[in-house]
């Protein structure tokens, strides 16, 4: 693990996020400069790299730390790009939710505060999920994948409203998607047998802190080597007052339609033909199944 101060720095960006805080570039450049007196280099995403080869290029080009300035689709691809290099990334959410920066405990709405607590805390080892989706191939996540609500409501929020408002967007998504018909869930932890239950929505959590607060998996951490499996199958208005019930009061009041296990792999298949799903917020479309496994402490981290 790297304990001495980089010599190179890279920064990974998605000008998209950028477009509206034009002295970001400086802000990066001044603060790597006075915090390991480097000029850092910047690597701008593509249409046909989000992050992942432009991390691995920094790596072989002699990076020892890449920031990932983006929102979360930019940092989990750059975590891809970096995962078992023993390069650590630091994370410079400029996103809606920022969700590995809040569950990372960084500063994520002020770049300057983000950019502070990145370049002068320890580095740290992370577990990284991995998820293959039918037969395509295997991608990883940082923080949460599903298949049901969830993603119907990631795939429902719109961009602007999402400039406008921020991640209170997905409130106003996740109520139409409220209304929408569960789906057979069929799901097998570490290889056991399956359960079987109508869902409204599969989770499988790496780490499990939400925009709001809301912990899914209070007793979850990024970095004890498992994976939560989440499922959750309300129904009506009283069915998800339970669920939320369940979550806001931190699981002290159990409920039946909240199913928990921990996991190293997982299989989840749809008996209902193929379901909506999401990695990290992204919604990729509809799949069948999904098929997850767990990297032990894969990522290196600024936290």
Known sequence: MQTSQPRKVAVVHNSVKTRNNPGWRDLITSKCQEHYGVTPVFLATTPSDYGEGLARKAVDEGAELVLALGGDGTIRHVAAGLANTGVPMGILGMGTGNLLARNLNLPHTDLTASLEATLSRPVRAIDLGYVRFDESEEICFTVIIGMGMDAQTMAGTRDRLKEKVGWLAYVAAGTLALVQPGFQARTSVDGRRSAVTRARTVL????????GGVDLVPDGRIDDGTLDVLTLSPHGIVGWAAV????????????????HATSRTALVISGSGPILAEVDGDPVGTVTTMRTRVAPGALLVKA
């Open 204 to 211: 499988v959590c790496n780490c499990s802190v939400l925009p």
């Open 244 to 259: 939320l019930n369940h979550f806001v009061t931190r699981h002290r009041h159990g409920h039946h339609l909240v199913r």
